[in-house]
């Protein structure tokens, strides 16, 4: 079974800058592909970015469009460990973002492929 426990949200101005960091337990976590969704009041989970598992020899990562040059996805395997960089943040931005994790090695933006998922971390921008 593996846990995955979001840290780093909070309330920033637009503009501003956050790094949202996953922990993750799990022996194989380094050929997980690893994404972060997330989800406004009233509206469905979306996806955000997504990074491939190790063994993958595909695109290693991924964005949704909303976020392409602004958000940045990262791994460090050694420390059972992935990061979103979120620069330039807009009002729109804010929601409650998720990690989750998926057993096979290449990233996905659909969110039922995914099977493991953390509880969220709040980020709010202001305006």
């Known amino acids: 079974q593996v846990q995955l426990v979001e840290s780093g949200g909070g309330l920033v101005q637009a503009g501003g800058s956050l790094r949202l960091s996953c922990a993750a337990s799990g022996r194989t976590f380094s050929n997980y592909a690893m994404g972060w969704f997330r989800q406004a009041p009233g ?5 955000v970015a997504a990074i491939a598992g190790s063994s993958w020899r595909g695109d290693n990562t991924s964005y949704a469009d909303s976020v392409k040059g602004r958000f940045t996805i990262s791994r460090d395997n050694a420390k059972n460990a992935v990061y979103l960089q979120m620069n330039s943040l807009k009002p729109e931005d ?25 509880q969220g971390t709040q980020v709010t921008v202001s305006s």
Request: aromatic content about 26%.
């Open 43 to 47: 509206k469905e989970r979306e996806f």
């Open 94 to 118: 804010t929601a409650l973002y998720y990690c989750a994790g998926k057993r096979t090695p290449w990233n996905s933006d659909y969110a039922p492929s995914y099977d493991y998922w953390g």
